[in-house]
């Protein structure tokens, strides 16, 4: 069997690699794409059996698509884990590839879950939407900022028909009136593409057991059901609702030492996208549900209005993955 420890970067990856049944140790550098597609094609067919190990990387997609392609087997490590397993201060690609070797032959390897790549194709309908309802916001700002600046404060009746036809009815100086153009002709051509992707989103939502469960929760809709079904994955993983929210970063930073104990702001670990839904799903709840609503006073009187929407958004979360189990 062939063992590779692999430092990926964008441009080009460090390997370490060992023939368990030789026992021959190999170290390379290869550049991305072609060298490196070359090098594990060969031993694809030479019919050898290989395990890869990198860590965790954002920009090795079509890495891990030519590793499934071949039949090989990817190991995927903590990033964070890897690092504090490090003895030596000295760092290099070549001692970070033969690190992850070494972990992998100890079979101390931190391996972490990976979604299926229709789960992470279904992200990527996710994370399009939400850029692109970023992207309007901005719009909508710019153009709440003319209508103000010409006297026109009628807040959400902006995005009327009849705070449009007052926006557009004022005389601006040139390079003002071709802003508004613009601002109004890509606002329109937005909508009908976020309006397309969140009819997708349910779509999708309707297909899947988990998110139409979660959906029966209070002011939880399909974007947020999805999302979480998703990003979690399968929930028999965490052993409680505490896991779940420490997972997705709606816990307390917590600094103790001796008999002082210091928690600070929410450590906004994990995934952001669904962190924001929860916190606005649990809003949508406070202000629709009095029995959540009391809950939620009582956290603010407890602790402050600093982080009372994150304080709702851990029991949210809680819940959450008690449905899903």
């Not at 368990?20 to 094609?41: C, N, V, W």
């Not at 690092?83 to 972990?103: E, F, N, V």
């Not at 005389?171 to 613009?182: E, G, K, V, Y």
């Not at 949508?284 to 959540?292: D, Y």
């Amino acid at each position: 069997m062939i063992i590779i420890g692999v430092d990926y970067h964008p441009e080009f990856q460090q390997i370490a690699l060992l023939d368990t049944d030789s026992g021959e140790f190999r170290e390379k550098r290869l550049s991305h794409p072609e060298e490196a597609e070359q090098f594990y094609r060969a031993w694809a067919a030479a019919g050898e059996k290989v395990r890869v190990g990198m860590e965790a990387s954002g920009h090795a997609r079509w890495f891990e698509r030519l590793v499934a392609e071949l039949g090989f087997e990817l190991w995927l490590g903590d990033a964070a884990d890897i690092q504090s397993k490090r003895a030596r201060k000295q760092k290099t690609d070549r001692q970070d590839a033969q690190l992850i070797l070494k972990l992998m032959l100890k079979d101390d390897f931190p391996r972490i879950w990976v979604p299926s790549w229709e789960n992470r194709d279904l992200r990527q309908l996710f994370w399009h939407r939400h850029r692109m309802v970023q992207a309007r916001t901005r719009l909508m700002n710019q153009r709440q900022a003319v209508a103000i600046n010409e006297g026109l404060r009628c807040k959400k009746r902006l995005w009327r028909a009849k705070g449009r036809q007052q926006l557009e009815s004022f005389r601006l100086a040139p390079w003002a009136s071709r802003r508004r153009r613009d601002l109004l002709e890509l606002l329109d051509r937005l909508n009908p593409t976020i309006a397309e992707l969140s009819q997708a989103i349910g779509q999708e939502a309707e297909k899947c057991p988990e998110a139409r469960r979660l959906m029966t929760h209070p002011g939880v809709g399909a974007l947020t059901a999805l999302a979480f079904a998703l990003i979690i994955g399968d929930a028999k993983r965490f052993p409680c609702g505490k896991q779940v929210a420490s997972y997705l970063g709606l816990v307390p930073l917590e600094k103790s030492s001796g008999n002082r104990r210091r928690l600070g702001h929410i450590t906004k670990q994990g995934s952001s996208l669904l962190r924001f839904l929860l916190v606005e799903a649990a809003q949508v709840t406070v202000r629709s549900l009095p029995e959540w609503r009391s809950q939620y006073f009582r956290m603010v009187m407890r602790r402050g209005t600093q982080d009372r929407e994150s304080g709702n958004g851990a029991p949210l979360g809680d819940s959450f993955v008690l449905d899903v189990a």
